[in-house]
């Protein structure tokens, strides 16, 4: 059953003022900052926002950054035993047309882009080729399901 139309008139709406909000900032902590030298440039006045667009990251690292950027990638391409044969085959059967290597999907069954069959066969080409257990021990093609050496153990269903 409903209230009384006297009850429904009586009562009183309630209402909220919005207040404006005061903006605090987020101060931040400078204890947590690792590098000794931006904890030491950091203003514990200022937001963390302000500090980073106060700071000249170029002036600070000066001494670390390499002067020139070297031109040769950190890591040669390599190829292993496993690819070593579909690159021979690819060479014997394309030439140097790496756009034909990379659309013979019988050949290329690892489905290299044109640019990969290029880097793969010049690598093959000077000699670059790797053994499976260097791979491995590299960690490219790591398998921990086997030993790298030895017998592996009996183990039972729940892998122990």
């Not at 659309?103 to 044109?114: E, H, R, S």
Request: with cysteine.
């Amino acid at each position: 059953m409903g209230r009384s139309l006297r009850k429904k008139r009586n009562a009183k709406k309630v209402t909220t003022k919005v207040k404006e909000k005061k903006v605090q900032k987020k101060h931040f902590n400078v204890k947590q900052i690792q590098d000794p030298e931006l904890r030491k440039r950091f203003d514990k006045g200022k937001t963390l926002k302000e500090n980073m667009e106060q700071t000249n990251l170029k002036e600070m690292y000066k001494d670390v950054l390499p002067k020139k950027i070297p031109k040769k990638g950190a890591h040669p391409v390599k190829v292993n035993e496993e690819e070593a044969p579909i690159c021979k085959e690819l060479l014997k059967k394309h030439g140097d047309d790496y756009e034909k290597m990379h659309w013979d999907i019988k050949v290329n069954v690892f489905q290299w882009t044109a640019r990969q069959c290029e880097k793969k066969v010049k690598a093959l080409k000077a000699g670059k080729v790797r053994s499976m257990k260097a791979e491995i021990l590299s960690g490219h093609g790591m398998d921990w399901r086997r030993p790298l050496y030895g017998k592996p153990k009996d183990r039972n269903v729940f892998g122990h």
